[in-house]
Every structure is written in structure tokens, then in C-alpha cells.
């Protein structure tokens, strides 16, 4: 069984020692920009050096994320930018553009490429293609289950997520900050939207429904072992010194354990920064968070509570006791209330506390206790009361302690291992060191002293006192497995000077470590393309799952069809394909369409995890034993047309889709930004934009409701400022995608996108009625220069210009 790599998340140089301290195996971070937690302290260009310099020595490895879309004008910045964390040395870089791995390709060949989980490659088809771009190794969406990674077949290194916050939408899928509030999560500027309470219409009660709890596989680490997975990670680059600690150092033993065949518990881990915990989709068996913030370990249940006094029955499964100095946090309903213990609770049992003796209890390993604290609620009500509400233990003194322990002493890293050979060359002192790493490379270094050493006046050095002195490591991370002294201890020198011979030598294996793995910086300058903008005849296309629509479009070169579910729900179920029911609905479609001027291209759904593959390709296999033959618009990296989801932002990445015919950018560019595109391009046929519809804001794995939950629930979330969002499910019942309160509409601006170059375009028309196919007359009316907003709103929701 592999042990997997510990990998740690490092917001700040401060968190850099703490990290390696605790028993981290590798440690990612980011520079200032380009990084996907922009608001994080992050790391300038030299505190990289450093931190990258300090973890090889400590046989730590550095990742840097440059996991952003990248606009077309950051190209150049961008890969120069990569040019210097090669020459620095770091071991590899997280990407989601995949126009930078093309440049990365090109240009800095040797630079390792890690995938990173804002990619979305949740199946077989993803995986081959980014491998064949040399990327070494995948980090998995947190929404793949267990069964789905174990029937993965690939070369490159796979990474997950084991401990740390969830995202409720597949991340790189997630627009709901970069249109409710401008951030984008695509460039690092997350504002969190889905941490904030929403309702769901004809459910009266608000509540946390798009924030998953936190996720821990911590009790599965033997079960990801057995998955042959590479790496397991911790996220949280923006928590607390205190949440690395105690994460990291638990997850450390658990593995080191794990080499034995043993398994852990640990409490601990719930002490610090959660929201309680799930194992997400990895068991499938999420669940919402109670808040938004930290919730603790639940320890009990009031019994009993009252202006002075609080009693807790203690769950019998937890072992944590809490003392004086601990916080608790107490939940009722919807609201929750925290205290510190000021002086040192009582604990006795259950059946002395209904007697009224409340007799302390020495043995607290037994079962049915009652913790009892007084002096709270000093500026309550006497009637204040809190039975039967949850409490939790959110802040433990004898954490701290452990912290400080770990940050100044701790010593989880593995260490170099040192030989030392010492001898005197025409009595000058010659110190030898063979330091062999934890990758098993191995360095020699020699150094030669500048003092002789002498006939004794009074007293000789003695070998031991040689050995002494050599065998000192000071600071540095060795450990010295061997000294050979070839010397009879009959001379003297001061002790001043064998102290500087092993300083010396130490520098210069730290020095030889650090060129391991630097490398020599290149200027890059990328040679621009121009496009010579000539005009071009321009076309639109429609989206629409909706069968009246193909009878009434017309005007439109292409129309992308997707198969609606059969019913829309907020409780989502697994593996409920029905092929009959496509196969019919896409025969009907080409019948409909017979002898219409577009094309009907079948739109697959963004995601699609590798048994929703098989049962689409199944429906294809029965569509062409009808001889009913269909292009396919999709982001598996197989298709003729790619939807935006796939989050093209440069021309890099257009040209790095060879086999697509036609690929639309994302919606989250603003004008300028498509105007670079455009100047750049060498090929505008081959490139579309979004200029009216809703948008797909969240694509989620996460049921919004839970059983009896839906009942009487409609398909729509409503947000504090009374925003109705449209909820749909996916073909395959396994997703749910959230669209736009509002819609995406550049009707104003159709006439400066076609004179920038542009020539493609699409409307959405998905979950409209008929009437809107009319919207396609208005935008051709606007292009001879009868811009109506009024005849738009006949047929569309409210406009919005979200980023544009």
C-alpha cells in the first residue's frame, strides 16, 4: 500500500515553518497574482525564493498556483512570470488555463504541470486529452466518488482534497460571485456568495442551503491509500496557523500509522476552523452547514439551563472534557450563542444530576456524564433557556500550547541524512560530508580550514572532542548517521575553528541543495498575431431544450439542443438514465428539423462524469442504427462545438482545441478583454459569443433539499434582495445547474462586437417559451442599426450587463 504525499496549504511566510514542522511532504502556495485565493497574504517573487529554498532543505516540495483564466493581455506577463519560478526551482505549477499549458509547453518544456481542480475534469475523455498535453499530475473535482476514481486509467499522478472547506459548485463552474457581485472566482476574487442564508419559493425558512459542510476523510485514509492516489491535500491557505497545525500534524500521524496497518482517531481536528464535517462526495454523503462560520466539535445537549447555571448531558462517543479557558457555542433553531468557561466545570453523572447531588466524577472515561457550568449568561434574562440545543466546543487552551509546541519544535519533516568525514591535510583541518536527500540524490561537499592544527602548549583536542563539535547540526535539518575521525588527537586548535570548519561545510551543502534545483531564468516575448479584421458575414446561433422552438427558428446557422430532464428536483438521485426518453426526444428533434437552414447540434451537459458518458454514447449508437447522425457541442475535449463553460480566455487556448469547429468564449470577459481576443485572432470563424440569455451560474453535485424537505418546494432560490434564481436539474438527475436571476443581454453593443471582428453569436433560449425565438429579429434588426430595447423586453427577462 502507497503512502499518499501530505500536501499543505501555505497562505503566508508565516505558515511556511509551521507547515513543515507539522509533517507536511509538500506545501502549495501563490505569488500575488494569478492565483485562485487573491485575498490570502500570498508571496512575493523573492519570499517564493525563500520559502522554495527553506522547504528543499527541509525535503519539503513548493507548488505554486497559477490556477486563473488568463486574459489575452497576461499572456506575455504571465509565462515570464513562470520562467521565474522555474529558475527558482519550485517542483511544479497548478494550472487551469489551458492556454498557459500550451505556452508552458512551448516555452518552459521542463516546468512540471499540475492540473488543477478548477480544470473540472470529472471524466476519462478530460483526463486523456490534458494528459496528452504533458501534465503530470490531475487534482480531482472534490465531486467524484470513490467508485469513479478507483475505474480511472492514467499515467498521471491523481490528487484530491482530504480536509478543508467544500465548494458547492464544481470549482471552475461557478459564476454566482462574478455576476451577483463582480469577483470572480475564475481570477481569484471569490466573494463567497454560497456562504450567505437563501430561501428556496414556497419554503418559508432561510438557511445555509448552498454551503456544504466541511469535508474530512481523515477515518479513510487506508481506503484513499488503496485507490492508489498520489497526494492528499489540505485546503485552507487563508485559515489560521492554529487550523495548519493541528490539520496537518493529525493527518501526519495518521499516515505514519497507516505504513504499519494502524488506524487514528482524532478530536483535535474538529477544534479548529470547520463547519462541521461530511465526507462530501467522496462517500456521497454530504449535508449543509448550521452557519456559516466555525462550529466546533459537538460535545452534548442542554439538559438544563438558567441565569447562573448550564447543564450539558456529554455525547458518550467524545472524549474531549472542556475546561476553564475553552468556548463553546450553543445552537437553538436559527440561532446560536457563545460563552468562555470562567472557572472549572463539574462533572458527574447523569443519575446524580437528576438526585440534585451533582457529585464529581474522577473516572471521565465512563459513560452518561453531566457537565455543569456556572457563572454564565451574566447579562441575560433569568428565564433565558436553551434546553435540548447543541453545544459545541469551539476553542481549547491546551490547543494553543500544542501550536506554539509545533510551530518552535516541531520536527515531522524528514530529514537529510549526513556522513561526515573529517582528517588533516599538512595539519590543515578537511571536513567531508556526503548528505543524501529524501529523493535519494546525494551531494558531496569538502571544505579545508585556514588554520593549522599545532604541537599542544598545554592540552591536545581530543578525538572526542572533535566528534563533539562536528556533530553539532545546529539549525540545519541533517542527521548525521556517521563520523569518521581520522585523527589520533595528539595536536591542538581552538575550538572556534573546528566550529567554523562545520558551519562552513553545512553552508556549502545548503548552497549545493539549493542548485539542485534552480534553473537559468529566459526572457520570453510572444510574437502577437493580427487579425486583419476583415468583415465577415455574420451568424447566430440558438440554445434551446424546448421541441416548439425548431419549428419556429429560422435566421440562425445552428441551433444547440439539449435533451431537458424529464423532471425538474431539488433531491437528487444517482444514475437515472433514461435512454429511451433521449432517443425519442433527439429522433423527434431531426424530424422536426428535416429541411430547416440550421444546423441541429446536440448539446451534452458540462458536466458528465464517465457513466453519463456511456449511457450518451449509447443513445448515439442507437441514433445511428437509424442513420440519425448528430454533431456534438461539448467540454470533454471530443466535440465539434464547445460551450463556454469551458472557460476560453485567450487565443492560446482556441489554438490549443485543434478538432473544434467553432468555440464560445466565456462570459465572464469584458469588452476590452474580447477585443484583445479578437485583435489577436487568427481564425474569428472558429470563435463565439453569448449575447443574450441566462447564464449558468452554479453546476452542482449537492441536492439543494434533502427527503420530506421538498415538498412543496419550487424550482427557484431567492436571495436577501428578493433575486429569483432558476433551478434545473441535469439529464443525468445527478446535477443541478443555477441559472442568472436575470439575463446576459449586449443587444446594445451587437453593432461594436461585429465591427471588432466578431461574427458568430448565440442566444440562449433554454426555459423559454415559444415567443422567444423572436429575440434573433430584434438582434438582426439591431446590426442594421434599430437598436429596440422595447421589443427585447417583450420576450426576455430583466437585462443585466453583468461583466461586459
Excluded at 505549477?93 to 512551448?106: A, P, Y
Excluded at 448552498?210 to 492516489?229: G, Q, R, T
Excluded at 561545510?505 to 516575448?525: D, G, R
Aim: glycine share 4%.
Amino acid at each position: 500500500m502507497r503512502i499518499p504525499e501530505l500536501l499543505a496549504p501555505v497562505g503566508s511566510m508565516d505558515h511556511l515553518k509551521v507547515a513543515i514542522n507539522a509533517g507536511a511532504s509538500s506545501i502549495y502556495l501563490s505569488g500575488k497574482n494569478y492565483g485562485a485565493r487573491k485575498f490570502a497574504e500570498n508571496f512575493s517573487l523573492n519570499e517564493i525564493r525563500e520559502a522554495v529554498n527553506i522547504a528543499h532543505m527541509h525535503n519539503v516540495k513548493v507548488y505554486v498556483t497559477v490556477n486563473t483564466l488568463i486574459k489575452e493581455r497576461e499572456l506575455e506577463n504571465v509565462i515570464n512570470y513562470l520562467s521565474k519560478l522555474y529558475e527558482i526551482g519550485v517542483d511544479a505549477v497548478l494550472i487551469q488555463d489551458l492556454g498557459l499549458i500550451e505556452l508552458i509547453n512551448e516555452y518552459l518544456p521542463d516546468l512540471k504541470v499540475h492540473a488543477s481542480t478548477q480544470m473540472a475534469l470529472e471524466n476519462q475523455l478530460k483526463l486523456d486529452y490534458i494528459e496528452s498535453k504533458g501534465v503530470k499530475r490531475v487534482v480531482l473535482p472534490r465531486e467524484m466518488r470513490k467508485e469513479e476514481i478507483r475505474n480511472i486509467k492514467t499515467n498521471m499522478e491523481l490528487e484530491i482534497f482530504a480536509h478543508g472547506a467544500l465548494c458547492y459548485s464544481y470549482s471552475g463552474q461557478c459564476l454566482m460571485s462574478s455576476f451577483k457581485g463582480g469577483r470572480s472566482g475564475n481570477r481569484g476574487t471569490c466573494a463567497q456568495p454560497c456562504r450567505q442564508k437563501y430561501k428556496i419559493k414556497g419554503i418559508k425558512k432561510q438557511d445555509y442551503y448552498l454551503s456544504p459542510c466541511d469535508l474530512s476523510l481523515f477515518n479513510h485514509l487506508k481506503e484513499i491509500a488503496e485507490l492508489n492516489i498520489s497526494c492528499i491535500k489540505i485546503e485552507g491557505r487563508m485559515r489560521s496557523k492554529e487550523y495548519l497545525a493541528i490539520v496537518v500534524s493529525n493527518y501526519r500521524k495518521a499516515l505514519n500509522k497507516l505504513k504499519s496497518g494502524k488506524t487514528s482517531e482524532s478530536e483535535e481536528i474538529s477544534l479548529v476552523f470547520n463547519r462541521g464535517f461530511s465526507q462530501g462526495q467522496f462517500l456521497n454523503t454530504s449535508k449543509r452547514s448550521v452557519r456559516s462560520g466555525h462550529i466546533g466539535l459537538k460535545i452534548g445537549r442542554v439538559i438544563k439551563s438558567g441565569k447562573n447555571q448550564i447543564a450539558i448531558r456529554l455525547n458518550d462517543s467524545v472524549s474531549t472534557i472542556p475546561e476553564k479557558g475553552d468556548g463553546l457555542l450553543i445552537v437553538k433553531n436559527d440561532k446560536d450563542y457563545g460563552m468562555e468557561i470562567s472557572q472549572n466545570p463539574i462533572i458527574t453523572t447523569l443519575n446524580h444530576f437528576k438526585k440534585g447531588k451533582n457529585k464529581p466524577v474522577k473516572d471521565l472515561s465512563r459513560e452518561n456524564k453531566v457537565l455543569i457550568i456556572k457563572k454564565v449568561w451574566q447579562n441575560k434574562k433569568s428565564d433565558f433557556n436553551l434546553n435540548e440545543s447543541d453545544v459545541y466546543l469551539t476553542k481549547r487552551n491546551s490547543i494553543t500550547k500544542k501550536v506554539k509546541e509545533i510551530e518552535n519544535n516541531g520536527a515531522s519533516y524528514v530529514k537529510s541524512k549526513l556522513i561526515l568525514t573529517f582528517s588533516l591535510k599538512n595539519r590543515y583541518p578537511k571536513l567531508k560530508g556526503r548528505l543524501t536527500l529524501a529523493n535519494r540524490k546525494e551531494i558531496l561537499a569538502e571544505v579545508i580550514g585556514t588554520t593549522q592544527f599545532e604541537e599542544p602548549l598545554k592540552k591536545s583536542v581530543s578525538t572526542e572532542t572533535v566528534r563533539k563539535q562536528l556533530t553539532k547540526v545546529d539549525n540545519y535539518p541533517f542527521e548525521i548517521i556517521q563520523t569518521n575521525i581520522n585523527y589520533d588527537g595528539t595536536l591542538f586548535i581552538p575550538i572556534s575553528k573546528l566550529n567554523e570548519l562545520r558551519r562552513s561545510l553545512f553552508e556549502k551543502l545548503q548552497s549545493e541543495v539549493i542548485s539542485l534545483y534552480t534553473h537559468e531564468n529566459k526572457k520570453i516575448a510572444l510574437t502577437p498575431h493580427i487579425n486583419d479584421n476583415k468583415p465577415h458575414n455574420v451568424y447566430f446561433s440558438f440554445y434551446t431544450n424546448n421541441l416548439n422552438h425548431l419549428s419556429q427558428l429560422s435566421g440562425v446557422k445552428r441551433v444547440y439542443l439539449e435533451i431537458p430532464p424529464q423532471e425538474d428536483s431539488l433531491v437528487l438521485e444517482d444514475d437515472h438514465y433514461n435512454i429511451s426518453y433521449m432517443v425519442n426526444f433527439l429522433k423527434k428533434a431531426i424530424e422536426l428539423s428535416y429541411g430547416k437552414d440550421y444546423e441541429l447540434i446536440w448539446k451534452w451537459p458540462d458536466i458528465c462524469h464517465d457513466k453519463l458518458i456511456k449511457a450518451l454514447n449509447k443513445v448515439r449508437g442507437i441514433l445511428n442504427k437509424m442513420h440519425y447522425s448528430l454533431p456534438i457541442m461539448s467540454a470533454n475535449f471530443n466535440a465539434q462545438y464547445g460551450p463556454y463553460s469551458m472557460n476560453i480566455a485567450n487565443n492560446y487556448s482556441i489554438n490549443s482545441l485543434e478538432n473544434y469547429k467553432l468555440l464560445t468564449l466565456s462570459v465572464e470577459l469584458n469588452k476590452s478583454d474580447y477585443a484583445d481576443i479578437i485583435s489577436n485572432c487568427q481564425n474569428p470563424d472558429k470563435i463565439e459569443m453569448l449575447v443574450q440569455g441566462s447564464v449558468e451560474l452554479m453546476k452542482t453535485r449537492y441536492p439543494l433539499l434533502y427527503g420530506r424537505e421538498s415538498e412543496n418546494a419550487e424550482n427557484y432560490l431567492i436571495d436577501r434582495n428578493r433575486n429569483n434564481y432558476p433551478i434545473h436539474t441535469s439529464i443525468s438527475n445527478e446535477e443541478l445547474v443555477i441559472f442568472s436571476d436575470s439575463e446576459l443581454s449586449l443587444l446594445d453593443d451587437i453593432n461594436d462586437l461585429k465591427n471588432l471582428g466578431f461574427c458568430n453569436f448565440s442566444i440562449d433560449g433554454r426555459y423559454k417559451d415559444a415567443d422567444y425565438c423572436k429575440i434573433i429579429d430584434v438582434f438582426k434588426e439591431a446590426l442594421n442599426g434599430n437598436v429596440s430595447q422595447k421589443e427585447l423586453r417583450k420576450y426576455s427577462l430583466k437585462n443585466t450587463l453583468a461583466n461586459f
